[in-house]
C-alpha cells in the first residue's frame, strides 16, 4: 500500500525557516505531481506549491521567493524549504501525490507547521 510519510514540521519563530520532507512507501511507485497543500483551522486546504514530471514549481503567490520546493526522483521523496516565515503560514501541512488523470490521489498524516513569537 503506498503512504506518503511527512517530517519536519514544528515551532519557529517569525523570519525563521523549517523544511518539510515527504517521502513515497513505494519506491517503486512514481507520481505525475508531488506537492504540498496547508489548512489553517476553520479555512479550506489550499495548494501552497507543487512540481510534476517534466514541469516547472508552481507557487502560490504568498509563498514566492519564501519557499522552494524539490523533489528527489532517485529516493522518491518531495521536500519543501520554507523561509522567511510568517505567523500567516501556521497551519497544517499535507504532502500530497497525484496521478496525471487525477484517478489516484494520496495524502500524508500531516504536519503542524507553527509561526510565532
Known amino acids: 500500500q503506498v503512504q506518503l510519510v511527512e517530517s519536519g514540521g514544528g515551532l519557529v519563530q517569525p523570519g525563521g525557516s523549517l523544511r518539510l520532507s515527504c517521502t513515497v512507501s513505494?519506491?517503486?511507485?512514481?507520481?505525475?505531481?508531488m506537492g504540498w497543500y496547508r489548512q489553517a483551522p476553520g479555512k479550506q486546504r489550499d495548494l501552497v506549491a507543487r512540481?510534476?514530471?517534466?514541469?516547472?514549481?508552481d507557487y502560490t503567490d504568498s509563498v514566492k521567493g519564501r519557499f522552494t520546493i524539490s523533489r528527489d526522483r532517485a529516493k522518491n521523496t518531495v521536500s519543501l524549504q520554507m523561509n522567511n516565515l510568517k505567523p500567516e503560514d501556521t497551519a497544517v501541512y499535507y504532502c500530497?501525490?497525484?496521478?496525471?488523470?487525477?484517478?489516484?490521489?494520496?495524502w500524508g498524516q500531516g504536519t503542524q507547521v507553527t509561526v510565532s513569537s
Open positions: 513505494v519506491s517503486s511507485f512514481s507520481f505525475y505531481s
Open positions: 512540481v510534476t514530471t517534466g514541469g516547472q514549481p
Open positions: 500530497n501525490g497525484r496521478s496525471a488523470s487525477g484517478a489516484l490521489n494520496y
